[in-house]
């Protein structure tokens, strides 16, 4: 065997690993050929052929003009990151873009006001109204995550009209020329009490869930959201990637 | 007529979270008890134990047998920049140790884990961090030897590996990968923390990597979940 066989040989078992022990989530978009070439100092038409092999092989699937995905088997460990709602796929705090199908519940909406943990929180005076939205986030009807968000009214005077169970809020908040570009997170474990467990359908009463804190900013530097997110830490993997380069 | 949003318990639970960061509050501080905490937001005794149950379970406080609540140990909050528990402002409460050092051939495990051939050559080192009562994480940090080439005990205890990295051999860590899992601890790794089998751990590991984009470091960390938390900026 050359050189390169043996490299290739490697390269490829490792990939396999990797997608049997969930390092790569069914349905994730992999770094680019270019990228993987990269990373192991490889040249691309090595790592194309890998992923030929691997894709006749069924690990893998190439969608044209998007690039190479874990294959998804018929149910899984689903997305990772944190369920938010941004396009932007790579990087950020957010899902990238998994395929599966991820709908909402609404739990309930209503306005906040004589708060002041919330009013702090989003940097809001005690009797300035602020917009809450308690949603289950399903992926193929699963519960994955339970988030509260808040929102100041004054960004969002209409937003009652909308129903965020079919329409994405970052969509309307976009709308409103508030959508939250830079994020401030802190994410922690706790306990589950009782009724995140009966939302979550989690197994039993002390299940540990991740909770993730998001302030939210729009490109002008206003605070436009607060989220409290209980995710369950089976389902929903969190991940963090810097890239400095 | 629309249900209200938020509970009462879940409303006094962030009124007393308020209150606790407002009048500077610091760990170990005894909250008023029952009694006065239903006296002070004007609500039932039974909604201010519905909200202390709350505060419990994200363990903002924690409660001591027939004395009261108290504000709870503060988490370590590790910012995804960086890498280093040992460089963290919070670390002065921290005390470490190393416990583990030696020269190791990849299995099949860190092999897959560090996209590296099986019997490659690492460094695997072992550091127990501890607060002022108790072991609170098991670092384990693997280097391969080409980053480290002539890397022994005597240097590994000098600082923390990725400051070792940094320093000593001019490295750049310019991307990671990192994860936050939860996991339950084993036999081993609960006898080290001292902690029962199956007790709930976070685990939080990741790969580095230098400009080039060869790996660096593969670090896991076993972590006791109610004193850590991480912390990021993210701006799309």
């Known amino acids: 065997m050359s050189n390169d066989d043996v490299l290739a040989a490697q390269i490829k078992s490792s990939i396999i690993t990797k997608i049997k022990t969930q390092e790569y989530l069914p349905g994730e978009l992999l770094p680019s050929e270019r990228d993987f070439a990269t990373m192991y100092s490889v040249s691309r038409y090595l790592i194309h052929d890998i992923f030929d092999e691997l894709i006749s092989q069924h690990y893998l699937i190439r969608?044209?003009?998007?690039?190479?995905?874990v294959r998804k088997p018929e149910q899984n460990r689903v997305a990772l990151g944190v369920l938010n709602e941004s396009k932007n796929a790579s990087f950020t705090s957010l899902v990238r873009n998994f395929g599966i199908e991820i709908s909402n519940k609404c739990l309930g909406t209503g306005i906040i006001k004589n708060r002041k943990y919330f009013a702090d929180k989003l940097g809001l005076s005690e009797e300035d109204e602020i917009y809450g939205i308690h949603r289950i986030r399903l992926g193929n009807k699963e519960p994955l995550a339970i988030e509260f968000t808040y929102v100041p009214i004054h960004f969002f005077s209409d937003i009652d009209n909308y129903n965020f169970e079919h329409i994405s809020l970052y969509d309307y908040m976009k709308s409103k020329n508030h959508l939250p570009v830079k994020f401030n997170e802190t994410m922690v474990m706790v306990e589950a009490g009782e009724k995140l467990q009966k939302h979550l359908h989690l197994p039993s009463?002390?299940?540990i869930v991740n909770y993730i804190e998001f302030i939210g900013y729009d490109e002008n530097g206003n605070l436009v959201e607060y989220t409290e997110s209980y995710s369950r830490p089976d389902k929903l993997e969190v991940r963090f990637v810097t890239n400095d380069i | 007529m629309k249900k209200k949003l938020l509970t009462l318990d879940v409303a006094l639970s962030k009124e007393i979270k308020y209150m606790l960061k407002e009048e500077h509050y610091l760990p170990g501080d005894k909250l008023p008890s029952e009694r006065k905490l239903a006296e002070l937001f004007h609500v039932q005794r039974l909604t201010v134990r519905g909200a202390l149950n709350l505060l419990l379970q994200d363990k903002t406080i924690i409660s001591k047998p027939r004395s009261g609540y108290y504000v709870a140990p503060k988490r370590i909050l590790q910012s995804i920049r960086n890498f280093s528990l040992h460089s963290e402002e919070d670390s002065g409460q921290l005390t470490y140790e190393?416990?583990?050092?030696?020269?190791?051939e990849a299995d099949n495990y860190l092999a897959s884990e560090?996209?590296?051939?099986?019997?490659s050559k690492?460094?695997?080192?072992?550091?127990?961090?501890s607060d002022d009562t108790q072991l609170i994480c098991i670092n384990t940090t693997y280097i391969p030897e080409y980053i480290y080439p002539d890397l022994t005990q005597q240097i590994a205890a000098s600082a923390p590996a990725i400051d070792l990295i940094t320093n000593n051999c001019q490295?750049?860590?310019a991307k990671s990968n990192q994860k936050v899992t939860l996991l339950y601890a084993d036999t081993k790794t609960?006898?080290?923390?001292?902690?029962?089998?199956?007790?709930?751990?976070?685990?939080?590991?990741?790969?580095m990597y230098d400009k080039q984009g060869h790996l660096a470091v593969f670090f896991e960390n076993n972590m006791l979940i109610d004193r850590f938390g991480f912390i990021r900026e993210v701006v799309l």
Do not use: C, R
Request: aromatic share 14%; charged share 20%; no cysteine.
């Open chain 1, 63 to 69: 969608v044209h003009g998007k690039g190479t995905f």
């Open chain 1, 205 to 207: 009463a002390t299940s």
């Open chain 2, 98 to 104: 190393l416990y583990d050092f030696k020269k190791i």
């Open chain 2, 114 to 119: 560090m996209l590296l051939p099986e019997k």
């Open chain 2, 122 to 129: 690492i460094y695997k080192i072992v550091w127990l961090y």
């Open chain 2, 171 to 173: 490295i750049t860590l």
């Open chain 2, 190 to 207: 609960a006898q080290i923390l001292n902690i029962p089998v199956d007790s709930p751990l976070m685990k939080y590991k990741g790969l």
